[in-house]
């Protein structure tokens, strides 16, 4: 059975979660928001994890360069 399967809400959040960050590393916006929403829905509690990884996972305009 798959984490995004798994019946804890927390669990299935952060696996969602955690392939949006992906998708969001391969510069797929669209998968990465729409694993967001699905972590979301599942548990209103990752919104910060997102929030705070996402944050992380984006460059600076100085790592831009």
Do not use: M
């Not at 669209?30 to 829905?41: G, I, L, M, T």
């Not at 919104?47 to 600076?60: L, N």
């Amino acid at each position: 059975r798959g984490l995004i399967d798994h019946g804890d809400a927390n669990i299935r959040a952060r696996a969602l979660a955690g392939l949006g960050l992906c998708a969001l590393s391969d510069g797929d916006e669209e998968a990465a928001d729409s694993y967001f929403s699905r972590a979301r829905k599942a548990d209103s509690g990752i919104g910060g994890f997102i929030s705070r990884e996402r944050d992380r996972a984006e460059p600076t305009p100085q790592q831009a360069l």
